[in-house]
């Protein structure tokens, strides 16, 4: 069993995690306090991944990322290496493809924590940045969890995205889930039988855990 | 004395808010009217806490407000100035107490103290409000009576210059309001801060209230001190009719007899000691001030001190002005020396006893009143 892939998976899914939770967290903090009419619209795409086969989001992340398209040419200015084909391009389409799994847990925890508590931070002195601190974020530390562990464990997973813009370079863009496809394609199920049964049991774990915390926070699908 | 300026001009959807007031920056304030007269819209805006997020069809739109207290604008339209509701130091005693739940009651009742550097004393607080047992707590362990202490005692300690109270004993059972009512009360003996109550409970207005501003639809329709509004405003008892105040403070105590002895303007009046029957109701101690309000239907006239009579207080009085009221009726208003009295008189008995502005006889009322 080689170790590349694992590796590669679990960076890809770390750094995904950690992005997601750095632009997810203000995304989810707007569209749980805004009442704009543009709302919906946004809340639409964020969820997109959770419907889209991701063959059609791998293809348009594709055309996105090539030295042609809108992000391959603004990649371009400060980078000589292309996206597609990179672990950069992977980390791009990843943060795309778990945004959901990161947004809804943080948007309906921070719901939860409501307006009423937070008006009354306010009367005593709390600004809006103190009071996110110090009771929406203490408040919605499970929502914190479930995020990160599902999105972790949704990057884990991915595989069509994955195929569309990152190949199958070994050592580079070639994870998990494209590992075990490559040894099923030349029926070495033995090998697939490794890792696929390590995914099951990881994942079924991650889940496990996560609902087992709080029910509240669910994946809305 | 140093005046809250209200005026505010604003409406959502179908509701027009119309306040302009004048409060004086002490004591406490009750504002009254029944639910939906836009007394919490109002302290809402008060606080700087209205809708800020609301879509377009719920926006308060503002056509003028200013709002200013000790020489400090909250808000004016004309200057474009709003402050922030954390720029305010103004602090709030929700209905539904808002403890944060992820801290104990000291955390709760620090989190104000320390933003504002109040530098008011924690400990005389705690103690004042019976809470020192209760610090370690988180709020879920508390009862409604002790999570309403708890929350006064958070607004308090972040010393704010107005203290807005949004019907603090209306989650409460009948048990805790009787016994919350007494801290309330402390909070204006012992501390200078101005306090805007709502309520829509004519007993707690009685015992509380110093200053009262009554809404109607929107619209502040009133304001004056409790006992002239009672005379003006019939709307604060408006199923019994006219109602006034008399003040004054419990002279004896005749349990035996379920009555108690109040000395009013120089005169010893029988009142029946517990005309509400309630379980909880605090006994009145000796020398304690007292307000008792009644109705001007119960209060007879009379030439002469009548002696033989079952009706248990007589007084003299002094006819200051006679109103004519509906079907036959005419309400006189009286003094009872410094104090106003109120008596609802048939047309028939003004001619008969020639009642006119300026004589003097008898008022007589029976002890059922309604006391603080």
Known sequence: ?221 | MQMLEIFYQAHFNQFQLQVDCRIPAQGITVLFGESGSGKSTLLNLLAGLNNAHESAQHKMHIEQARFSLNNIVYDDSEQKIKLKPWQRRIAYVFQDNRLFPHMTVLQNIRFGYKRRNSSLDQQALIEQFKIGELLQHYPQQLSGGQKQRVSMVRALLSSPDLLIMDEPLAALDYNSRQQLLPYIESIHQQLTIPVLYVSHDIKEVLRLADYIVLMQQGKSIAQGELAELCVSQPLLTRAEGPSFILQGHVSALLNEEGLLQMHCEGYELLIAAQPDKQPGAQPLNNGESLRILLYARDVSLCLLPADNSSILNTVPVRIDEIKQQDKGKQLLLCSLGQQRLLATISQRSVNNLQLEVGKQLYAQFKATAMIK
């Open chain 1, 1 to 221: 069993m080689e170790w590349a892939p694992i590796l590669i998976t679990l960076k890809l899914a770390t750094i995904t995690t950690l992005i997601l939770l750095v632009l997810g967290t203000p995304l989810a903090w707007w569209l749980s306090q805004s009442q704009h009419r543009f709302k919906v619209i946004i809340e639409s795409v964020v969820a997109l991944p959770l419907v889209l086969p991701p063959t059609v989001l791998g293809f348009y992340l594709l055309i996105a990322l090539s030295p042609q398209g809108f992000i391959g040419e603004f990649w371009s200015l400060f980078s000589d290496s292309t996206l597609t084909f990179s672990f950069s391009g992977l980390v791009i389409g990843s943060v795309i493809y778990s945004m959901p799994f990161v947004v809804q847990p943080l948007q309906a925890s921070f719901e939860t924590v409501g307006r009423p508590l937070q008006q009354a931070a306010w009367s005593l002195g709390a600004n809006r940045l103190d009071t996110f601190r110090h009771i929406v974020l203490p408040l919605s530390s499970r929502g914190f969890l479930v995020a990160i562990t599902l999105g972790f464990a949704h990057t884990v997973g991915e595989f069509g995205v994955v195929l569309m813009i990152g190949g199958n370079i070994p050592e580079v863009t070639q994870v998990l889930s494209i590992v075990i496809y490559d040894h099923v394609e030349v029926l070495e199920y033995q090998q697939a039988h490794a890792y696929a049964a390590g995914l099951l049991v990881f994942s079924f774990v991650v889940l496990l855990t996560t609902y087992s915390l709080n029910k509240k926070f669910r994946v809305r699908l």
